[in-house]
Each structure stands twice: as structure tokens, then as C-alpha cells.
């Protein structure tokens, strides 16, 4: 069966429950989507937004399906835009390779999407001091709206440094930081008070919205409760209070195809390491210097 008409929809918009997991870059988004696509009956996707190679993605989308005008004129328009995209993606989520086995679809599909990706899609005509758009198109329809936060700027600040030196930003094959890397400390401190903001604005236009904000931090302990077959223990609270907000059965496992970006000590990863503890000492991200030591 080939997707090839948004103009006949066999079923009305709204059959799933829609998901969209908000945070900023090496904020965790990435493994809280894998946490949640254990689940077997949801289906997330990576960031849609970005011009990736992949079907589901929305350059695909608008350039072979789009039946209105990109970018649309109006709020009317736009709507209805992204109400094709969604209609889109429950079809392609919901197609042979996102099924379960025995055939039954997702009830929940979504994506994540980063802060500065929030005003890509926007009606020509809306005024730029009103809040982005997309929130309020996921306020319209009913998104479960997870907010992903990373307390340790300086922790996220350095991934995204190195990343970008390593120019690998998702560990999928479990490789180890190998050699050492040069982090610019006046880069480090930017980095992270940019994150700070960001969360700050983020925060401040999603006034009124219902969310539920997970910290990277907490998932990673509930990762660690997990038993050697990667099932959780019955009182891993918050990954039973994300199911009931969603509204999905508590129903996750660890994931195992991804593996963490920095998987060795950051004395040993960062080549000026005593040069980045002194400038956290006299910054106002002192409270994080604690943090790159090496573990007793």
C-alpha cells in the first residue's frame, strides 16, 4: 500500500494520541523517544524538522504531498497543513514497519522537536511577538507536550562541543571517545547560558500549556533500575507518571540500541581539563565543576 492522496482519508484526524518531546540540543531527547518507542504502543520520530533522507520527514512531506500553500498565508492554512502532516505520519507509523507484531497500530505517535526549531512552521501573516506557532497548534490538538530538561548545562554544553568536534551526535554502535579534546572554555560558558535561556524562553511562551517536564537526570536513574533484562521495577514512578500522561499502559523496557555519547571520564577526555574546572570555579555554573572530577 503506497501513501499517495491526503484529499480521501479512509479515517477522521485524531485516531491517535498525539506525543511531541521539546527540549534543547544534548538535552536527552534522544533517549527519552527510544525509552518511550519500547513502549508498543507508541512510535516517535526523531527531528522532523531537520531535512533528513527519510520518508516521514517534513521536507518530504510538503514537497511530494502538500496540498495547500508552504509556508501558508494564514492560521487557516497552516492548521490545515499540519493536519495533513499528522494524518501523514499515522499512516507511515502506523505501515508495516512501525506495526506491532501481531498487527495491532500505534495508539500514540509523535516526534521531538529542539526550542529553535519551534517557529520553522508559521503562518506568513502571524506576528512575530505572539508565541510560536507549533504551540499552539499542539494546545489545539491536544498534544501530550513532554518537556525534556537537562539541569547540567555544563555537562550538556561539553557534549555538544564535542559532538560537533567528533561530528557524531547519536552513539548508535556503542563507539568510545577515543583520543582527547580542547574544549574553549569562554565556548563552554556560551554554550550553557545560551541552554539556560533558551529553557528560560521556552518556558515563558509555554505559560498555560499542559506539560510534563522530565529531567535528563531522572531518567537516566530510573535507566539504572532497570534488571539485567532491562524491565523496570513496579515503582519506577516516572516513567509510570509519563504513561499516564500520555495515556498509554506503563508498559517500557531499557533501550539497547543506544549507547551514550560520553562514555569516558572527562579528566580523560578533555585535554585542558584543570583550565575548564578553574573557569567553572569563578563562573555562575561553579556548582557543576564538581561534576568533571574523577570519580573516587
Known amino acids: ?45 526523531g527531528e522532523v524538522l531537520l531535512p533528513q533522507p527519510v520518508p516521514t520527514c517534513w521536507h518530504h512531506f510538503v514537497r511530494n504531498f ?5 509556508p501558508p498565508g494564514t492560521e487557516g492554512e497552516a492548521i490545515a497543513l499540519m493536519d495533513d502532516y499528522l494524518y501523514f505520519l499515522e499512516y507511515e507509523i502506523g505501515g508495516s514497519s512501525w506495526s506491532n507484531p501481531d498487527g495491532r497500530r500505534k495508539t500514540a505517535i509523535g516526534f521531538d522537536v529542539k526550542y529553535n526549531q519551534l517557529r520553522f512552521i508559521a503562518p506568513i501573516a502571524r506576528d512575530l511577538r505572539q508565541p510560536p506557532f507549533l504551540l499552539d497548534y499542539f494546545r489545539l490538538r491536544n498534544f501530550r507536550i513532554l518537556h525534556m530538561v537537562r539541569k547540567n548545562v555544563v555537562q550538556l554544553a561539553i557534549s555538544a562541543i564535542i559532538a560537533n568536534d567528533r ?8 563507539e568510545v571517545v577515543a583520543g582527547q579534546h580542547t574544549v574553549n572554555t569562554d565556548e563552554l560558558l556560551s554554550f550553557a547560558r545560551w541552554a539556560v535561556e533558551e529553557r528560560a524562553a521556552f518556558r515563558q511562551v509555554s505559560c498555560g500549556l499542559d506539560i510534563f517536564e522530565c529531567e535528563y537526570e531522572d531518567l537516566v536513574d530510573e ?3 532497570a534488571d ?26 531499557r533501550p539497547t540500541r543506544l549507547a551514550k555519547a560520553i562514555n ?3 579528566s580523560e577526555i578533555l585535554s585542558n581539563h584543570n583550565e575548564v574546572l578553574e573557569a567553572l570555579k569563578v563562573s555562575e555554573f561553579a556548582a557543576f565543576a564538581n561534576d568533571l572530577l574523577p570519580r573516587g
Open 228 to 253: 539485567t533484562a532491562g524491565h523496570f521495577p513496579g515503582d519506577s514512578s516516572l516513567l509510570r507518571e509519563m504513561a499516564t500522561f500520555i495515556g498509554v499502559p506503563p508498559d517500557f523496557n
Open 66 to 70: 502538500a496540498t495547500g500553500p508552504v
Open 223 to 225: 535507566l539504572q533500575s
Open 167 to 174: 561530528q557524531l551526535w547519536h552513539n548508535w554502535r556503542g
Open 1 to 45: 500500500m503506497v501513501y499517495a492522496s491526503l484529499g480521501n482519508r479512509p479515517d477522521p484526524l485524531g485516531k491517535a494520541l498525539h506525543i511531541v518531546i521539546i527540549g534543547s540540543q544534548r538535552s536527552g531527547t534522544n533517549l527519552l523517544r527510544e525509552v518511550l518507542n519500547t513502549n508498543p504502543g507508541i512510535g516517535l520520530l
Open 264 to 266: 569516558r571520564p572527562y
